[in-house]
């Protein structure tokens, strides 16, 4: 079965970095796009980035646009999200996203990532 499973969340100062991996399992990874998610305590989850099944083309929100960056490697089947220049408002939980063919939506555990000095 479709397994995600994020790793790398800790607990970083402001204007720390981290580098999140969703390892993926149980399905085609090559042939779908991946997609990145947080939600923060009190809040709805929102769509944090999304990358091709090739990584010919990502896609950000405006929040995290030049600070975070969507990579993937189809070899070892895993999707990251390098985070860089870290605010207090990107602490959040961050979820691995896939959605099937069939329109199926696919989600980790989470990794909870806290930025505080």
């Known amino acids: 079965q479709v397994q995600l499973v994020e790793s790398g969340g800790g607990l970083v100062q402001p204007g720390g970095s981290l580098r999140l991996s969703c390892a993926a399992s149980?399905?085609?990874?090559?042939?779908?796009?991946m997609r990145w998610y947080r939600q923060a305590p009190g809040k709805e989850r929102e769509l944090v980035a999304n990358i091709l099944s090739d990584g010919s083309s990502t896609n950000y929100a405006d929040s995290v646009k030049g600070r975070f960056t969507i990579s993937r490697d189809n070899v070892k089947s895993t999707v990251y999200l390098q985070m860089n220049s870290l605010k207090r408002e990107d602490t959040a939980v961050y979820f691995c996203?896939?959605?099937?063919?069939?329109?199926?939506?696919?989600w980790g555990n989470g990794t909870l990532v806290t930025v505080s000095s």
């Open positions: 149980g399905f085609t990874f090559r042939i779908y796009a």
């Open positions: 996203n896939m959605v099937d063919f069939r329109l199926s939506l696919y």
